[in-house]
């Protein structure tokens, strides 16, 4: 069954910069990544940013400028983080469709964690 995994979370000092990896592992090629969303403890999941198949993005208010989403091919997906802040401290999802289905895909979450 094909799945969602995120790689790249990790410890890092405000100011530093991490690159989070999406990709679809298994055989199902129908799904592909399409966004990042992260969730602080205690609050909602939001959107962090998205990638069309084509290449087109969008941004949250709160990383535009500093977060850059891309897309290698039609299975795998980045997220370039650069001057983090502390309140960039979360779990960080990445969300997936199908082109056969309307279903949605989420993978198991990275942490990211900005503290000095």
């Known amino acids: 069954q094909a799945q969602l995994v995120e790689s790249g979370g990790g410890l890092v000092q405000p100011g530093g910069s991490l690159r989070l990896s999406c990709t679809v592992s298994g055989t199902r090629s129908s799904i592909y990544p399409r966004a990042w969303y992260r969730q602080a403890p205690g609050k909602q999941r939001e959107l962090v940013a998205t990638i069309t198949r084509g290449g087109i993005t969008n941004y949250s208010d709160s990383v535009k400028g500093r977060f850059t989403i891309s897309r290698d091919n039609a299975n795998t997906i980045y997220l370039q983080m650069n001057n983090l802040k502390p309140e960039d401290t979360a779990v960080y999802y990445c969300?997936?469709?199908?082109?056969?289905?309307?279903?949605?895909?989420w993978g198991q979450g990275t942490q990211v964690t900005v503290s000095s």
């Open positions: 969300n997936g469709a199908s082109t056969v289905s309307t279903s949605n895909y």
